[in-house]
């Protein structure tokens, strides 16, 4: 899953696709590249300046038709918002990243009405906020405790089971110790029995563990995500779209999952 987004004050990008000729340039980019998903989004999790309803529509919405409109790649879009969710659905995105755990009392039935696939992500606070000092007794089985709750009421709201992802956000209201706990604990999340995506790209868990700026954190989120991988992750959401086709292309052949592109060394 590529992520391309169209806000002026991303984690990672700082606006460099905030441009929608340069949101949809990036998202066909990252498709040539591997990506099976590109994952648009229109406001940044964390703190920031309020963007309302209707500039969120307006950020979002075309690049979705702008890439459905080009390529069949599957069109993932990250917002907490119903209305965003159900305008995006229409304009061609088959997949809703909801980062705030069904904060919208609408999103459950609005992806219900739809065949989209949710993802459901652990956080704690309300969108666009973020607590000072998050405290977990056992911040895995928390976790899991609130993603099967999440599945429950997406479940009781008409959504299939197979139509359900879940994430167990790294990072989102969350300490370093926290993120690496999760990532060493994968299997538990996984044992929810739907497929699991990861975020781990560039996150400052990584950047905390090896003492790296954004700038430096490529390696670091390419071995958190093929250790994801090795523990069941089945989605992995990443800036650097390239290097992280090859190592999941490398990962899967290790794991017997794909034949390698060719064979000549000592084949006689």
């Known amino acids: 899953?590529?992520?391309?987004?169209r806000t002026p004050d991303s984690f990672y990008d700082q606006g460099a696709t905030f441009a929608l000729d340069k949101a949809v340039a990036a998202a066909l980019a990252a498709a040539e590249a591997g990506a099976d998903l590109v994952d648009i989004g229109g406001v940044p999790?964390?703190?920031?300046?309020a963007v309302s309803l209707q500039e969120e529509i307006d950020r979002v919405v075309p690049v979705v038709e702008g890439i459905h409109a080009a390529s069949d790649v599957v069109i993932s879009v990250d917002t907490f918002s119903a209305e965003v969710a159900r305008l995006s659905i229409a304009a061609g995105a088959g997949v809703i990243n909801d980062t705030s755990g069904l904060w919208d009392p609408d999103m459950a039935p609005v992806v219900a009405a739809s065949d989209a696939t949710l993802v459901l992500t652990h956080s704690l606070a309300p969108p666009r906020s973020e607590p000072?000092?998050?405290?977990?007794?056992?911040?895995?089985?928390?976790?899991v405790e609130f993603l099967a709750d999440r599945v429950a009421r997406a479940v009781a709201a008409g959504i299939p089971r197979g139509r359900l992802v879940v994430d167990p956000g790294h990072d989102l209201n969350k300490n370093t110790l926290h993120s690496l706990e999760i990532t060493r604990r994968l299997e538990e999340v996984v044992a929810l029995g739907l497929p699991t995506l990861v975020a781990v790209s560039r996150k400052d868990f990584v950047g905390e563990t090896l003492d790296a700026a954004?700038?430096?954190r490529l390696e670091g989120s390419l071995a958190a995500a093929v250790v994801c991988v090795l523990k069941g992750a089945r989605i992995v959401r990443m800036h650097d779209v390239a290097p992280t086709v090859a190592a999941m292309r490398m990962t899967e052949a290790i794991l017997g999952w794909r034949e390698p592109a060719y064979l000549r060394h000592n084949m006689g």
């Open 45 to 49: 999790f964390g703190r920031g300046p």
């Open 132 to 143: 000072p000092r998050p405290e977990y007794h056992d911040v895995v089985a928390e976790v």
């Open 1 to 5: 899953m590529a992520i391309v987004n």
């Open 214 to 216: 954004k700038g430096d």
